[in-house]
């Protein structure tokens, strides 16, 4: 259960009743400026928020207590992406600021779990890379936007690591609109005219994006709970635009995302 104690006109204290567990929230911070990003100051401020306009961000402000990186040591990793449990969790041997951390990441779990989503926790070395084009990619590593079917949203936290960035629409421009990389698409296209944004889209050339000149990037730092708009038939925003960090060297990424 979370409780909020007011303390200031901007500033929360958000605790998880636990005896131990306490996220200092201050709603005075580096994303505040942003029109892309709204804050807010608890979970079910961040599930029942509507995009509109610019926003296409909601960002669930934290300062979480514990220590993540404990966690990220003792896990074993099975391959570039492993998905971790919350057996996994479990049964590592930890300190007391490794299990309030631990106690963290399951309790986003259930929080999201209990909504219907299906979040997973991944201990992420590095994504796959798509370099076989060269011209266009459409690995993680891009500037992308997610599509589905269904009224949905993409929820993201990173525990540890390096963080995902977002960068706003209007700072942006579709890679199969940028002319040279179109006059390319097409030429590796073999198929009816009719049928060219069909084929941009089966291969998901469309989702990907060019930051114009001068563009600015916002990090989504670590800790924060992130609900970001997705490209669906339903969507009155449109929907954000953001990639994967490249990986500092050595270190793994703990990363909760649906």
Known sequence: MLSVVEVSANDFLVGIETDYLFLWVSMDNKFSESNQVKVVSSFNELISMRFQGENNAVCWFRDLKGDFSEIVSKLQAKDDITDISIQDLLILPLSEEGV???????????????????????????????????????????????????????????????????????????????????????????????????????????????????????????????????????????????????????EYRLLLIC
């Open 100 to 250: 309030i951390a631990r106690d963290i990441i399951i309790n986003d779990l259930n929080l999201l779990q209990d909504l219907g989503a299906l979040p997973v926790l991944n201990l992420i070395k590095s994504y796959a890379r798509d370099e076989e084009l060269g011209f266009i990619s459409t690995d993680v590593y891009s500037y992308h936007v997610d599509r589905s079917a269904e009224d949905t949203d993409t929820f993201l936290c990173t525990y540890h690591g390096a963080a995902s960035d977002i960068i706003a629409n209007h700072q942006a421009e579709k890679k199969v609109l940028i002319p040279e990389i179109r006059q390319k698409l097409e030429a590796l296209y073999d198929g009816p005219d009719e049928g060219f944004e069909s084929f941009l889209s089966e291969y998901f050339f469309d989702l990907h994006y060019q930051p114009k000149l001068g563009a600015t990037s916002i990090n989504l730092d670590t800790g924060h709970l992130w609900k970001l708009a997705v490209d669906h038939p339903g969507q009155s925003a449109l929907p954000c635009i953001h990639r994967a960090p490249l990986e500092n060297q050595g």
